[in-house]
């Protein structure tokens, strides 16, 4: 798979993939020299990190085949885990669910968390609002998927929270 530093989606496919006895392998995208908690979980889990300057990110098929192309069983994960399977994932969370909440709040990059809260919280019947806090300038990418999808009338997005780029902050 595919993450920057300080992305959700590299321990939690690390976690993942050892509960379901699988190898990981995440290309990081990684200008700087950074450690961070987010990549000492996934190592902890096992997953292999493969640091790749910005230019070679941005063709991830071509990476990806480069080297695994010849390992037959080894599958590819968009960055952040977009795709419509990950958004089926992402709907079985409210399965687990004891009592239907009155709103959900999560971090969103690439949409695909909260169109699978949405598709689960219809499966389920509930009233429950998803609010997504916008951790990339996305903010009218993401509420097009959501509109697309017919996820308009359950999920907003809120871009008060972008301090100039993914992971930055201020006091």
């Given at each position: 798979?595919f993450?920057?530093?300080?992305?959700?989606?590299?321990?939690?496919?690390?976690?993942?993939?050892?509960?379901l006895?699988?190898?990981?392998?995440c290309f990081l995208?990684?200008?700087?020299?950074?450690e961070?908690?987010?990549?000492?979980a996934?190592?902890?889990?096992?997953?292999?990190?493969?640091?790749?300057?910005?230019?070679?990110?941005?063709?991830?098929q071509?990476?990806?085949?480069?080297?695994?192309?010849?390992h037959e069983?080894a599958?590819?994960?968009?960055?952040?885990?977009?795709?419509?399977?990950?958004?089926l994932?992402?709907?079985?969370?409210?399965?687990?669910?004891q009592?239907e909440?009155?709103?959900?709040?999560?971090?969103?990059?690439t949409?695909?968390?909260?169109?699978?809260?949405a598709?689960?919280i219809?499966?389920?019947?509930?009233?429950?609002?998803?609010?997504s806090i916008?951790?990339?300038?996305?903010?009218?990418e993401?509420?097009?998927?959501?509109?697309?999808g017919?996820w308009?009338?359950?999920?907003?997005?809120?871009?008060?929270?972008?301090?100039?780029?993914?992971?930055?902050?201020n006091?």
């Amino acid at each position: 798979t595919f993450g920057g530093a300080y992305s959700n989606h590299l321990p939690a496919t690390a976690c993942a993939g050892a509960a379901l006895g699988l190898k990981t392998t995440c290309f990081l995208r990684a200008d700087e020299d950074i450690e961070n908690h987010y990549q000492f979980a996934a190592k902890m889990y096992g997953m292999n990190l493969i640091p790749t300057e910005r230019g070679a990110y941005r063709n991830k098929q071509l990476l990806f085949d480069q080297h695994f192309g010849h390992h037959e069983n080894a599958f590819f994960i968009a960055e952040g885990g977009e795709s419509a399977e990950a958004e089926l994932g992402v709907a079985e969370i409210i399965d687990e669910l004891q009592q239907e909440p009155d709103i959900i709040v999560h971090a969103s990059a690439t949409a695909t968390t909260a169109t699978g809260l949405a598709r689960g919280i219809v499966r389920r019947g509930w009233k429950t609002k998803v609010l997504s806090i916008a951790v990339l300038k996305n903010e009218a990418e993401q509420t097009q998927k959501f509109q697309a999808g017919g996820w308009g009338n359950i999920v907003t997005v809120n871009a008060d929270f972008d301090f100039g780029g993914y992971a930055k902050m201020n006091a």
